[in-house]
T-cell receptor
Framework: DTAVSQTPKYLVTQMGNDKSIKCEQN?????MYWYKQDSKKFLKIMFS???????INETVPNRFSPKSPDKAHLNLHINSLELGDSAVYFC?????????FGPGTRLTVT | SQQGEEDPQALSIQEGENATMNCSYK?????LQWYRQNSGRGLVHLIL?????REKHSGRLRVTLDTSKKSSSLLITASRAADTASYFC????????????FGKGTHLIIQP
């Protein structure tokens, strides 16, 4: 029944590691997104992707890369993790303008 | 850059009272949306108002939009304890697959 799901829910890892967060939507939406929510709850778009284009927020380090194996999935790969990457990462999808969010992945880098 | 600014940052009211939150933004928009986030959860879409609309209702929610002032307000009437959450406005510039630009949010606490 879950519309947008993410795994894992929690991720604790050490600096320098490479990790991935998976996202799946069963809504048949064309566009998927990744957002980062910092400790002050500020949400910022990182990527948006549909089958035609990938839009990257220019402030996102190139250590972050989205990968979409198919229309229902948009995974987030992070290389060489840094302390400042600790945050909650949300995946979302949309068909028109309103977005449907996943439950979030809390990433803690130690 | 941050688009929306919610005001107030935090609001605590008694159950049954009305809660009003405001949002200001800086650039042209296609639409403005409000989302709710319960603690430790994802965001839930509440309501969308297009740039050519001035007011919209959905249940106990009333949203206004003033494009000349680049501002919006969200009114929750007859608040309930379950309304306790953070509320975010988000602007949509309407360009292709662009994501939303969120404000900092208003944390609403409804005292039973």
């Amino acid at each position: 029944d879950t519309a947008v799901s993410q795994t894992p829910k929690y991720l604790v890892t050490q600096m320098g590691n490479d990790k991935s967060i998976k996202c799946e939507q069963n809504l048949g939406h064309d566009t998927m997104y990744w957002y980062k929510q910092d400790s002050k709850k500020f949400l910022k778009i990182m990527f948006s992707y549909n089958n035609k284009e990938l839009i990257i927020n220019e402030t996102v380090p190139n250590r972050f890369s989205p990968k979409s194996p198919d229309k229902a999935h948009l995974n987030l790969h992070i290389n060489s993790l840094e302390l400042g990457d600790s945050a909650v990462y949300f995946c979302a999808s949309s068909l028109r303008r309103e977005q449907y969010f996943g439950p979030g992945t809390r990433l803690t880098v130690t | 850059s941050q688009q929306g600014e919610e005001d107030p940052q935090a609001l605590s009211i008694q159950e049954g009272e009305n809660a009003t939150m405001n949002c200001s933004y800086k650039t042209s928009i296609n639409n403005l949306q409000w989302y709710r986030q319960n603690s430790g959860r994802g965001l839930v879409h509440l309501i969308l108002i297009r740039s050519n609309e001035r007011e919209k209702h959905s249940g106990r929610l009333r949203v206004t939009l003033d494009t000349s002032k680049k501002s919006s307000s969200l009114l929750i009437t007859a608040s309930r304890a379950a309304d306790t959450a953070s509320y975010f406005c988000a602007t949509d510039a309407g360009g292709g697959a662009d994501g939303l630009t969120f404000g900092k949010g208003t944390h609403l606490i409804i005292q039973p």
